[in-house]
């Protein structure tokens, strides 16, 4: 059990500093306009969501493209838990988690038998799959396009045993009669993030994690070697799959409503973006690319004519119509076409992420002022910085 | 048996479109070993040269006629289109013909899309691992797509087929069946013989060109041919474009039957990308046979009958084939060994 939580100075370091930045959340983003708890709550969802797509994608290589149907399964069964059991969140993530992983090992199970694209064109066509039925023939479990909602006539029988009626309002989720929307729900949340951080650390660290970044490095040699490495990426993959349950069933409970669309391969894709864009591979990335996303989404799209205007008011007459009216391509409705391009430049440009990115300038910096031992100290150590 | 045969029918059409960018992708992928997840847009870019050139013939001329009035009192608008008032009656068979011609418009446009989209983009990928290649083309989609959804909108727009082909065809009268059980909508059928014959000129001319020839080769082992003193990129690239090409020129033709929007590419390449993977990965063959597979299938999914035993199969029946595919075999229908066995 010690051995279990011991962890290194330095991760101890990390994981200290983690907490805080997330705990200090509302006061750090304030300044830059995210200090409300639904974006919040987004950045630390998002963020789990990333770390699990992460622990696949970044240690063993194989690039799922049907992560978000593990999501939109976790929000079912979240909502399904509030609506059968309790409007407790705790019951309804643990379903959430599991219920998302059992559905990942079986996925996994049939798509792990491929490798390089294949696997990824597998998992796309199960995510799709998933998505159909959930909008065609599951409607009775699914709600359909409407989605699943709650209902007052809902039998919730544990909170029906422990008393607790609802009455004629339609309820909202509570732990413990703490209301989970806004400042608790984001704390909920972040806590969450947190253990899933933590959990990601211990996995980096472990022998596992170091058989996962040998199937990404050349998975034959494993082979030959004798180790059967599906096991180990199937493991990933259900693990990946439970903190995507996780993410989903958090999205239920501050928000208590399911739909299909959450399950759409677009949605995979953005998760994709999301770790890339942090760093794949990388500890912290996942989390800060989630959160870049989910910001530069809502400041984005909140944009419009109105404020590009304002924004371009010190240019001559002439100049401002051309500037409003290229960048208003971007922002609001054209959001997407911003993401779209965001990806390109930094598959292009920047593979290995923000992080390898900062990690560049760390080196450029080192070299350029300190004398030599910097310069070598960044030899010495090429492991990414996380 | 004749409502059989129409199911077979109602799948051709379909499948013609998968297998021409199944074909397209497959080229591609065979040749220049990249896997092409813009190729969607591509063929949603060939619909929307159909759009434009519709939008373009249509322009028109307005003047009012102060002799007549409207109900409201206001003079009569007299509109008519610049290209009757110049080309007369040709003018009309090219508004009414929109489609059609708009062939002629999208292939050198597509081309060049193409050539410059290898240029500019693709050929800096050739080298990366094949998960970026899908990364960043899938960004180029987006983008792609976000840029024709700020021009024409998000709503879908009506193409119609030209007058001639508008009507229905009994199709069963001349194979035997009985007058009126085998009506099938015209330009469907003209879509299946048109992607039988840009399939056929594609195989053509990779069969019985020396160009082709040496696109064979570059395909079966691209460091000999490049040893052999072959600029092979230069004629990759041409491929490339030609690849664009077949993927407008069925996007284009297949505006009277669905009317363009600007996401129709993602939707096509999921189910193009699963038909390339059940025929297999670098066979030609294999990607159209199984296009016009799946489409034949999926429309006998779509039976009321099989419904009622199986329902939602309609939803899911080709992802279900490529899953059990994949599995039976892993290399596809038709697929060579040692294609992305890595």
């Known amino acids: 059990m010690k051995q279990l939580f011991s962890l290194e100075r330095k991760d101890v370091i990390l994981l200290v500093c983690f907490t805080a930045a997330v705990f200090a959340g509302p006061i750090l983003m304030k300044p830059l306009g995210a200090g409300y708890p639904d974006l919040l709550q987004k950045f630390a969802i998002f963020g789990i969501f990333a770390l699990g797509f992460n622990i696949l ?76 039925l959930a909008y065609s023939v599951l409607t009775p479990i699914t709600n359909g396009e409407t989605g699943l909602q709650l209902n007052q006539a809902d039998p919730r029988v544990l909170d029906i045993a422990f008393g607790r009626d609802y009455g004629a309002v339609l309820p909202s989720s509570d732990l413990f009669g703490i209301d989970m929307t806004g400042w608790p729900g984001f704390y909920f949340c972040a806590t969450m993030l947190i253990i899933c951080f933590f959990i990601a650390l211990r996995i980096f660290r472990s022998p596992f994690g170091m058989m996962l ?104 007459e002439g100049l401002q119509h051309v500037f409003v009216s290229v960048s208003s391509l971007f922002v609001g409705e054209g959001w997407h076409l911003t993401l779209g391009a965001l990806f390109m430049l930094i598959v292009i440009f920047l593979p290995g992420g923000l992080m390898e990115g900062i990690r560049r300038i760390q080196v450029l910096i080192s070299n350029r002022f300190g004398s030599g031992g910097g310069g070598a100290d960044a030899k010495s150590n090429p492991a990414p910085a996380e | 048996m004749d409502a059989f045969f129409l199911q077979i029918l109602n799948g051709l059409d379909k499948g013609g479109a998968y297998a021409l960018i199944a074909l397209g992708l497959t080229i591609i992928f065979g040749t220049l070993g990249v896997v092409n997840f813009a190729h969607g847009a591509l063929f949603m870019m060939g619909a929307f040269c159909a759009v434009t050139v519709k939008a373009l013939l249509g322009l028109e001329s307005v003047r009012e006629d102060p002799t ?35 062939i002629l418009v999208a292939l050198p446009i597509m081309l060049f899309i193409g050539i410059a989209m290898e240029r500019g983009l693709i050929r800096y990928f050739y080298k990366r ?107 990759f690239t041409i491929v490339f474009g030609i690849a664009a090409v077949v993927a407008g020129l069925a996007g284009a033709m297949y505006t009277p039957i669905l009317s363009p929007d600007y996401h129709m590419g993602m939707d096509f390449l999921v189910l193009s990308f699963v038909v390339v993977v059940v025929g297999g990965m670098g066979s030609l063959g294999g990607a159209v046979a ?6 034949v299938l999926q429309s006998f999914a779509s039976m009321n009958e099989v419904k009622a035993i199986l329902p939602g199969i309609d939803q899911i029946i080709i992802y279900l084939i490529a899953v059990v595919i994949l599995l039976v075999r892993p290399r596809g229908l038709m697929g060579r060994k040692g294609v992305m066995e890595h």
Do not use: C
């Open chain 2, 129 to 235: 691992p094949h998960a970026e290649q899908i990364l960043v083309t899938f960004g180029l989609a987006i983008v792609l797509q976000e840029i024709v959804k700020s021009i024409f909108g998000a709503n879908p727009i009506p193409q119609p087929a030209p007058d001639v082909a508008r009507g229905m065809i009994d199709f069963g009268v001349s194979i035997g069946f009985d007058a009126g059980n085998v009506v099938y909508p015209a330009w469907r059928l003209i879509y299946f013989l048109f992607s039988l014959a840009v399939i056929g000129a594609v195989f053509a001319f990779l069969q019985f060109t020396t160009f082709g020839m040496v696109v064979r080769a570059g395909m079966a082992d691209r460091e000999t041919v490049g040893l052999l003193g072959i600029d092979i990129d230069r004629r």
């Open chain 2, 290 to 295: 199984a296009g016009f597979l799946l489409g």
């Open chain 1, 57 to 132: 994608f970044g240690l063993t290589g194989y690039l799922s493209f049907g992560h978000a149907a593990f999501l939109g399964v976790g929000s079912y069964t979240a909502v399904w838990t509030f609506k059968l059991l309790s409007m407790n969140p705790v019951p309804a993530i643990i379903f959430a988690t599991v219920i998302g992983g059992l559905f990942s090992a079986v996925i996994g199970f049939i798509s792990l038998r491929r490798t390089g694209i294949y696997f990824s064109i597998l998992t796309l066509a199960f995510a799709q799959m998933s998505y159909n």
């Open chain 2, 68 to 102: 007549q009035m409207t109900a409201w009192g206001t003079p009569v608008e007299i509109r008519e289109p610049y290209v009757e008032t110049w080309f007369g009656d040709f003018g009309t068979f090219l508004l009414d013909f929109s489609v059609p011609v708009s």
């Open chain 1, 213 to 316: 970044r040998a199937i990404k490095s050349n998975q034959n040699r494993m082979m030959y070697t004798g180790f059967n490495t599906r096991p180990y990426a199937l493991a990933a993959f259900v693990i990946s799959g439970m903190y995507a349950g996780l993410a989903g069933g958090l999205m239920a409970v501050t928000d208590p409503l399911a739909g299909a669309e959450r399950m759409q391969w677009t949605a995979s894709g953005e998760v994709v973006l999301m770790t890339i864009l942090g760093g794949a591979g990388t500890l912290l990335g996942p989390v800060i690319g989630a959160g870049a996303i989910k910001y530069f989404e809502n400041i984005f799209s909140a944009y419009n004519d109105g404020i590009l205007q304002e924004a371009f008011s010190f240019l001559p």
